[in-house]
């Protein structure tokens, strides 16, 4: 029964699901319709909210962090330093039960620890792993790397927990909660470890009998061997300089130690900072980390492609009009109006589900519902509990990203697949990963 029922969704989104880029235009077109609708805003001007720098513009420098995210995580994770501990790794995965418990703990303790490595590198090992045993189906494989990626805004890099850690500001109104009550609160770390440990065994089954069974492409399995570089001319000495490769790693390195002896926070930029300079670190030499990372910006061709699209839905999800309501506000306080004590985290999980599959960047909709969202739960809760407002939002932004295939890309970028090959197993993972947070979240609020 339960193989019945992801087969049938996996022909469904098979046969159904378009290229990320056209969901991308299709979500544009219900937003625009649905923006007007609740706002009464005219045509022109939720087109204008639309197109504005504010709106299709308005991500440009987050577009391009998450382009380094995915080009110099996958440059690093090409490293033969990198590549022979996966290979390592991949070598425990002895059938299809040890395969995906490879898989899903790498992706997730890697994706827990910071959210763009993990990303990589659960498409990586999940490759490596198909490698050593090629009868894998090798679309659900790539689909239980990414949906160990499910806990990155419950993990050390969560945007809105390490935000609010410091103090946020909505309405000139302060909301603060330390990682005590945000990532390292005990449901939290439960249902983290509930979802993670139960994930294989959810994949395992799902895993299509040998008739259905979909294997890699041999293509994808060819690796090069490493050539020796040349070093005929002055220029190619000065590429494979052992010296300017010190120089760049020494200084790198250096500023990494200063700035965490001084400040110590993690931030998009430090974490592209540090994949940069230990990928270089990693390749060894200047030319080799230049050529790696020159074949990695493939994979961020969706991401610079889809990012201003979904800016600009954004921007028509915040276009208000003269009372100051938006679509974004009434999807919310939709959720608000029917709440009580013990199902407001409930439903504000659910309505994050709901507007993160219009606004799949994290910090984007935080700055959507948290105005919303934050003081409704001071109202619910008085003062010191913000923590279980903001890790409902983070748990509904992470949650829609299983059939939000947007963060997909960089790991099916690695994988050499599409987003209709693994959205069909990701259905079933979106549902069990539900229930596990509306049932966190119920105990949560029970005793606070």
Request: glycine letters at 10%; a positive charge.
């Amino acid at each position: 029964m339960f193989k019945k029922f992801t087969n049938g969704c996996v022909r469904v989104i098979q046969r159904w699901l378009p290229d990320a880029f056209l969901f991308a235009i299709i979500l544009t077109i219900i937003v625009y319709i649905a923006a007007m609708a609740a706002t009464g805003l005219g045509p022109i001007k939720m087109l204008t909210a639309w197109g504005a720098n504010s709106g299709f513009w308005g991500l440009l420098a987050f577009s391009m962090q998450m382009a380094l995210v995915v080009v110099t995580g996958t440059a690093f994770a090409q490293a033969p330093i990198i590549k022979r501990g996966l290979n390592a790794l991949a070598g425990l995965a002895k059938n299809k039960a040890s395969a995906l418990m490879v898989i899903c703990y790498v992706s997730g303790i890697a994706t827990f620890l910071n959210w763009g490595f993990g990303l990589v590198v659960g498409a990586l090992i999940a490759r490596a792993v198909v490698k050593r045993n090629p009868y894998l189906d090798y679309p659900l494989m790539i689909a239980a790397a990414y949906a160990g990626f499910l806990i990155w805004h419950a993990g050390l890099s969560g945007s809105i927990p390490l935000d609010i850690s410091a103090g946020k500001t909505f309405a000139e109104v302060t909301f603060q909660a330390p990682l005590s009550e945000t990532i390292l609160h005990p449901i939290n770390l439960i249902m983290v470890a509930v979802y993670s440990l139960g994930l294989p065994f959810v994949c395992l089954a799902m895993h299509p009998d040998d008739a259905n069974t979909k294997k890699i492409d041999p293509s994808l399995l060819v690796e090069e061997e490493l050539k020796p570089l040349p070093k005929n001319t002055p220029a190619e000495k000065m590429e494979s300089s052992v010296i300017l490769w010190a120089i760049v790693c020494a200084a790198g390195l250096v500023y990494i130690v200063y700035y965490f002896i001084n400040k110590g926070s993690l931030s998009l930029n430090v974490v592209n900072f540090i994949f940069l300079f230990v990928g270089i670190l990693a390749h060894g030499n200047i030319k080799r980390y230049i050529d790696a990372f020159a074949e990695a910006t493939a994979g961020a061709s969706g991401v610079l492609l889809q990012f201003p699209f979904y800016a600009g839905i954004m921007g028509m999800m915040v276009a208000k009009n003269d009372a100051g309501s938006c679509l974004a506000a009434v999807l919310s306080n939709f959720f608000v109006n029917v709440s009580t004590k013990l199902t407001f985290p409930l439903l504000a999980f659910l309505a994050a589900g709901v507007v993160n599959f219009f606004v799949p960047s994290g910090g984007g909709q935080w700055n959507v519902q948290g105005p919303i969202m934050m003081p409704a739960g001071r109202t619910i809760y008085g003062d010191g509990q913000d923590g279980i407002t903001a890790m409902a939002i983070a748990w509904g932004d992470q949650w829609t990203n299983m059939i939000q295939p947007f963060w997909a890309l960089p790991a099916l970028g690695v994988a050499g697949l599409g987003a209709r090959d693994i959205m069909g197993y990701l259905v079933t993972v979106t549902i069990y990963a539900g229930i596990i947070a509306c049932v966190g979240f119920l105990i949560w609020a029970s005793i606070i």
